[in-house]
């Protein structure tokens, strides 16, 4: 691991930590973190009452923490030139999501490749499975409001997920998924602890 990625990815569980601490009650320097299959993070050995979902992620020098009630994932990624990302999209997008990327301004073809990648990735995380189950099996619609929607295979909305894209400035787009028919979402920016070289995100769902 780079040494760039090794300190986002230090500076991201100490976030992680730091937030969990408020969900569980124990010490966090007692919090047993461990991944699945695919990298999803989950607490291990926690009290059975304890029914908490978090996600991380990590983009040019930014960590972002989800935590709720229900399965979620969240991923943000900085902004930067594709050299062919129409290419990319007809590998990985879905056919409505192509069509949109094409149809879009040239000015605004990078942010919404981006924006769409984004909630494709939350979503992946959320379900667990990692790219096992391929970008192009589902399709995410995204309206002239920037609202981002779960579509199922026929076209029609998929009520039991909640996808949100998150205002993260002009450089970085993000986005979070959750298995629950709607929730609200609370998103602020904590302090970075002296010395780390990340700036922090969070989100509350609820």
């Given at each position: ?19 969990l ?6 010490a966090p ?15 291990a ?47 990985f997008?879905a ?47 995204i ?16 009520p039991g ?16 998924a959750t ?20 700036a ?6 609820q």
């Amino acid at each position: 691991m780079a040494d760039g990625r090794a300190t986002q990815f230090v500076a991201g569980r100490a976030l992680l930590r730091r937030l969990l601490a408020a969900y569980v009650p124990c010490a966090p320097v007692q919090f047993e973190i461990s991944c699945g299959q695919h990298g999803k993070p989950h607490l291990a050995g926690t009290p059975p009452n304890v029914n908490l979902h978090f996600n991380l992620s990590h983009s040019a020098g930014v960590a972002a923490v989800a935590i709720g009630r229900a399965p979620l994932g969240i991923d943000i990624e900085s902004l930067r030139d594709i050299s062919d990302p129409d290419a990319i999209a007809a590998r990985f997008f879905a056919p409505g999501e192509l069509r949109a990327l094409r149809q879009a301004p040239a000015a605004r073809q990078q942010r919404m490749f981006f924006s769409f990648w984004t909630c494709k990735e939350a979503y992946l995380k959320a379900l667990g499975g990692g790219l096992a189950h391929g970008l192009a099996s589902f399709e995410v619609e995204i309206d002239g409001q920037g609202e981002a929607t779960l579509l199922r295979s026929d076209g029609s909305r998929d009520p039991g997920w909640t996808l949100r894209q998150l205002a993260l400035g002009p450089n970085l787009a993000g986005a979070v998924a959750t298995r629950s028919p709607d929730c609200a979402v609370q998103c602020w920016c904590l302090d970075s602890p002296r010395g780390a070289a990340a700036a922090f995100k969070a989100l509350a769902l609820q």
